[in-house]
């Protein structure tokens, strides 16, 4: 017993001198051409009240700003899991 409890105080005592390295995974964006934005902003100015259409395209603009962030940062070599940043 004292061996086992020995080997697992020795392996968790090891396993905590390593860090991992993080690398944050950005999810790709859909690109859009300027027809589909045409399109987009023809359909939007058609007669009527669309105040949910207008809310769900601005929170869906908001996420591509940040995929586009996290995109630049990862590029650059920023992690966004450490206070430490690669150095290229």
């Known amino acids: 017993m004292k061996k086992v ?3 697992l105080c020795l ?3 090891l396993g ?4 991992p390295h ?7 964006l859909v690109p859009y051409s300027q027809a589909d934005q045409q399109a987009l902003t023809a359909e939007l100015l058609q007669p009527g009240d669309r105040p ?3 809310r769900w395209i ?3 603009i ?4 940040q995929v586009r962030q996290c995109q630049k940062n990862t590029k650059n070599g920023w992690n966004i899991f450490s206070s430490s940043h690669k150095v290229k």
């Open 5 to 7: 409890l020995l080997c």
């Open 11 to 13: 392996g968790l005592s």
């Open 16 to 19: 905590a001198c390593s860090s």
């Open 22 to 28: 993080l690398q944050p995974v950005c999810p790709t």
């Open 52 to 54: 949910q259409t207008v």
């Open 58 to 60: 601005g929170d869906y």
């Open 62 to 65: 908001g996420l591509r700003d």
